[in-house]
């Protein structure tokens, strides 16, 4: 009972899929986790200059708490991206503009399941006493840094810091950038990226304007320059010798 279920929530995705359009399953991952992201970021700027009281160790166990529920919500994002159909659309036409695309979200796949990760490991290398609980309901295990000794746990604390002051900076990056393609597809390109994740927007006509056109032009000799400059790369690098 449990398999014809499964299959026929992936036959509804999949429909879905073939119309070019994500299924609500994926649309309602992408926008919490993106309004899970915007408040994390707030809270962890107002935490580093908040004064120390009880307002800011409530900041952090909240922090913690909505950490775990993504840690969990990007995982099962994961698996449903494994198993759903994958879409698409006009984002996945061939060229640099799509490559740097996957490479984006391949990149927001690492930031968003590292930072609860290493946030994760920065409170199990700590002394803490307190039951990790997610979302303040369910009790969270610590990673088992308990029995080392506080020099090693201490080195895990710092290197997990540095990895989640990275991945926010690299999702800071990453985020204006994710907005600006998602603008640029609804307002310049026109088709029907932006509609498929939020589809309370009505898709825009294809019809351009004179300078919608100039950009797509430039858009194409730019495209082509770098392509051309790849291949001259390409053809100037020393081959390498082949194995015997």
């Known amino acids: ?15 879905h899929a073939d119309e070019g359009r994500y299924s609500p399953v994926a649309i309602v991952f992408h926008w919490v986790m993106a309004g899970l992201v915007v408040f994390q970021l707030a809270l962890g700027w107002w935490m580093g200059r908040a004064p120390v009281g009880a307002g800011k160790v409530g900041a952090h166990d909240l922090h913690y708490a909505i950490g775990l529920v993504m840690l969990v919500l990007v ?11 994958p879409v698409i659309n006009d984002a996945d036409k061939p060229g640099l503009e799509s490559l740097f695309a996957h490479v984006g979200h391949y990149v927001f796949y690492i930031c968003l399941f590292g930072l609860p990760l290493s946030g994760w490991a920065m409170l199990s290398a700590t002394a803490r006493e307190e039951q990790l609980l997610l979302a303040g309901i369910t009790p969270w295990p610590l990673m088992p ?46 088709d029907d990226v932006f509609h498929g994740m939020l589809p309370i927007v009505p898709q825009r006509p294809r019809r351009r304007t004179g300078w919608q056109r100039r950009y797509r032009a430039w858009e194409k000799q730019v495209g ?5 400059l790849w291949r001259s790369l390409r053809a100037a690098s020393p081959a390498r010798p082949r194995s015997p």
């Open 1 to 15: 009972m449990i398999d014809k279920l499964v299959a026929n929530i992936l036959e509804w995705a999949a429909g």
């Open 75 to 85: 995982v099962c994002r994961g698996g449903w991206r494994l198993l759903a159909p």
């Open 145 to 190: 840094f308990q029995e080392l000794t506080a020099e090693r746990r201490w080195q895990i604390e710092a290197a997990a810091e540095w990895m989640h002051f990275g991945l926010v900076v690299s999702l800071l990056m990453l985020i204006p950038v994710h907005v600006a393609a998602a603008l640029k597809h609804h307002f310049i390109d026109r």
């Open 224 to 228: 082509a320059q770098a392509s051309r």
